[in-house]
């Protein structure tokens, strides 16, 4: 094994994708993980293909379903590693499927406990932009946008055990560059700690930032190898927003 890939455990996708049709109680619990992590941009993919909010309720619903249920997992291709290709495919599918046969979906009929709050997501998609978007546009977006926010509200809940938790949201603009032409005189003042500090505490937040951010994507790809390419094409679905 070599260095870097040692630096990793095995990681939640390469569990379900190792396990394939013999899902045992960690890896049914890995792949509900990563479910609830995506279920929004797949939802919002399915608004955007035209369906109605109750279709699109009723479908990622039972997509989701059929997923923990073991019917897509040995569809899984290790040469596609990453979690949300294979998700975004296997949803493709789905929906062909489904609108071949033609026939309803009705909710509730998996044993599996989905917490998916669909009330949350519609109001979310309402706010997404109108334009013609394609589907995989905007699952690509949303799919960035709930990684970070998965990242973000870990550092806060991190930062909240040690220092004043009001002081995270001050000190994000500055870890993610929206503050960055603001003189950390002006914040150190606002926050009552000398601007030596101020600048101790934004070089260790964004040293985790970094660490917690690799260790959320390292749990959605098969090989750590991906991990920096992964992140670079996060950025690049933030930066295209």
């Not at 569990?15 to 509900?32: C, E, F, K, P």
């Not at 399915?46 to 997992?73: C, H, M, N, P, S």
């Not at 669909?118 to 998609?125: K, L, Q, S, V």
Request: glycine fraction near 4%; charge should be positive.
């Amino acid at each position: 094994m070599t260095q870097a890939a040692s630096q990793f455990p095995t990681t939640a996708w390469t569990l379900v994708v190792s396990a394939g049709r013999q899902l045992d109680a960690r890896s049914v619990n890995a792949l509900a993980c990563l479910c609830e992590r995506y279920w929004y941009p797949l939802y919002a993919y399915v608004r955007r293909r035209g369906y109605t909010a109750e279709q699109a309720q009723d479908l990622t619903q039972e997509f989701f379903a059929r997923v923990l249920e073991k019917r897509y997992i040995d569809r899984a291709d290790r040469n596609k590693g990453r979690f949300r290709t294979f998700l975004l495919c296997c949803l493709s599918c789905f929906l062909f499927d489904e609108a071949d046969r033609g026939r309803a979906l009705k909710r509730g009929g998996s044993h599996v406990p989905l917490r998916f709050e669909f009330r949350d997501g519609e109001e979310m998609y309402r706010r997404e932009p109108s334009h013609t978007e394609t589907p995989e546009r905007i699952f690509e977006r949303r799919w960035a946008h709930a990684t970070l926010e998965r990242v973000l509200a870990r550092l806060r809940a991190e930062f909240a055990t040690g220092k004043e938790p009001a002081h995270f949201e001050r000190l994000k603009g500055l870890l993610l560059g929206a503050d960055a032409d603001l003189p950390y005189a002006v914040v150190a003042k606002e926050l009552a700690i000398t601007e030596n500090a101020l600048k101790v505490t934004v070089h260790r937040l964004r040293k985790r930032y970094r660490a917690v951010l690799r260790a959320e994507i390292a749990e959605t790809v098969s090989d750590p190898g991906e991990i920096d390419s992964e992140i670079r094409y996060l950025a690049n679905a933030l930066a295209a927003n």
